[in-house]
């Protein structure tokens, strides 16, 4: 889990908003979602931002079920996490 865990709290330390997919893997883990909760939490602690991609429904029920959707702001597709990215840039803080 290093290997996932490390790149993104590096990415996150940037102050950059980030976008995952997690649709794009096979099986997520607890070890899975910590880094997704660790990154998140860098993210925002750097000035930054973490967003989902979920389109698949039993990805979004496990992030519903975790609690993970209230740290990290879900989309259905890339096109509506990069939406969302754009608007909170735009939008005055």
Known sequence: ???????????????????????????IDLAGLAALVGTA?????CGGSLYAVCGRPKIRQLFRLTGLDR????ARTMDEALDALLAARI???
């Open 1 to 27: 889990m290093t290997r996932l865990r490390e790149p993104l709290f590096e990415l996150a330390a940037s102050g950059r908003p980030l976008v995952v997919d997690p649709d794009q893997v096979r099986f």
């Open 41 to 45: 939490k860098r993210a925002t602690a």
């Open 71 to 74: 740290q990290v702001p879900l």
């Open 91 to 93: 939008t005055p803080r």
